[in-house]
């Protein structure tokens, strides 16, 4: 099969290894791509965001699949786009991946069929939201509606930060049209999980549980990040958990989307706080996470290419998820400053070092081949997972791995995965 891989980032890079270890796979495009997936794949300098441009690449490549890796390409419709010219898709179109691209949507859906969340109000309006805040309880949780790259999310410790908030967001557009709406929930306290899952709109499949770093600094410090480390399986996600999240979240999501006249294919991300009155949703997304992908994908034993296949075919009831019985974790190599500014163009050495080796990986996120070789060129530069029996020994390689590779302004926390020891 002729696959292309619509992405740049870390979780592209591990969805290209995984396809690139399947017998099916021939050939392997990835549009546009990093240093990093042009080893495996050929890389074609399309956006993802280029639909038109996508599609006729598709067409004249005869591409048998392709993936849809980031955000906004699904919620912007590129699935839709490609299937009305007999493209096969993996990946749910505009009209369910709303589940991820608007959260007063999303909101309003767990309401309607009893899916366990935080209380919430949706606001259009920011005197509204202004009046509601005088009498709620603090902390609080505002959040724009649209996409914001994660940073649309502010916790906010009394009225007057809320207030500055609203305005933020409403008022100020900071996160542009993402915050012409906005919710407000409560403040939820517990272990963040994060469980990606494939579903072909019937039947939805669990893949091995994560956990996401999302704060620049160690101890949960400094501004959210798209993410700069992950475990898994977590071990918080214990099997009381699962039975509940089964029961009340996971095949409800699914059935709901389908009565709503939006079935659901592709990956769903249930980001799940572990409360004291159990787990509720925090959010969801319409993809893989990353850095998530980076430690549950190289553990998946099964074909990729088959269980995606199952999602667009409506099969996924016919195969069994399995697991690797190990464990894995990704720390992340960022460029000094990010997410806030960091410089760009540092040449990357020692990546040689993880040729060859089953249970070390380099994840490309934001790297660059020039002529003088692989050069820095984004936030998170590159993700360093590496497998281990357990969750320690896991964490163990992958710090000594991330000392293989050094760039000018390498900076990463030191402390991913430390849950680990309080479990
Ligand atoms: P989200 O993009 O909705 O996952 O939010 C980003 C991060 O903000 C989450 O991973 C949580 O750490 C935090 N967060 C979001 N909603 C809440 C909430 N209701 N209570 C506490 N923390 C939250
Ligand atoms: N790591 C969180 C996300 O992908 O949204």
Known sequence: MKILIVGSGGREHAIATSVAKSPKAEKIFCAPGNAGI????????????????????????????????????????????LEAKGIRTFGPRANAAILEGSKAFSKDLMKKYQIP?????????????????????F?????????????????????????????????????????NQMVIEEFMTGREVSVLSFTDGNTIQIMSSAQDHKRAKDGDQGLNTGGMGTFSPSPFYTKEVDAFCKEKIFQATVDAMKAEGRPFKGVIFFGLMLTEDGPKVLEYNARFGDPEAQVVLPRMKNDIIDVMEACIDGTLDQLQLTFEDNAAVCVVLASDGYPVSYEKGFVISGLDRFAGKDDYFAFHAGTKQTDEGIVTNGGRVIGITAKGADLKEARKKAYEATEWISFANKYMRHDIGKAIDEA
């Open 38 to 81: 042009a080893q495996i794949a050929e890389c074609v300098p399309i956006g993802a965001m280029e639909f038109d441009r996508l599609a006729e690449f598709a067409q004249k490549e005869s591409i048998d699949l392709v993936i849809v890796g980031m955000d906004d390409p699904l919620v912007g419709g590129l699935v839709d786009v």
């Open 117 to 137: 969340t935080a209380a919430y109000e949706n606001f259009t309006d920011a005197d509204e939201a202004l009046r509601y805040l005088e009498t709620a309880k």
């Open 139 to 179: 902390p609080i949780v505002l959040k724009a509606d649209g996409l914001a790259l994660g940073k649309g999310v502010l916790i906010c410790q009394d009225l007057e930060e809320a207030k500055a908030g609203v305005k933020e967001i409403m008022l100020d557009k900071k996160f542009g049209t993402a915050g």
